[in-house]
């Protein structure tokens, strides 16, 4: 972990040190990568507007096929997106919205 003194344009500089928690960057970055792709949105909106899709409904909904859905799928899964749920073969897949929200807050938070 780096610890960084930082000053700001009017020159009144902070006096304690600002940590930079390398593993919590990571993590941040993990959620926008998985929400910054055109794909990954559409499939987010698909399976809200259903409720619960498998991934065969989401590649042929999509027109996809079907490892590049699964990999997209696993991207929203890692980052906290979307949750599973599975009845005998079929895996399920449903957005996670509590997740989302708090996610979209904060970024809007640090985008005012």
């Known amino acids: ?44 909106k698909k399976i809200d507007e259903k409720g619960t899709c498998t991934v065969t409904e989401i590649f042929t909904e999509l027109f996809l096929v079907q490892a590049v859905a699964s990999q997209h799928l696993a991207v929203l899964r890692k980052a906290g997106f979307v949750k599973t749920t599975r009845d005998g073969k079929n895996i399920y897949y449903s957005v996670n919205m509590p997740r989302l929200k708090e996610f979209l807050q904060t970024i809007q938070q640090l985008t005012r």
């Open 1 to 44: 972990m780096s610890t960084y003194s930082l000053e700001f344009t009017s020159g009144k500089e902070i006096t304690e040190p600002v940590v930079l928690d390398t593993l919590l960057v990571k993590k941040a970055a993990i959620y926008v990568r998985a929400i910054n792709h055109k794909l990954r949105q559409q499939i987010l």
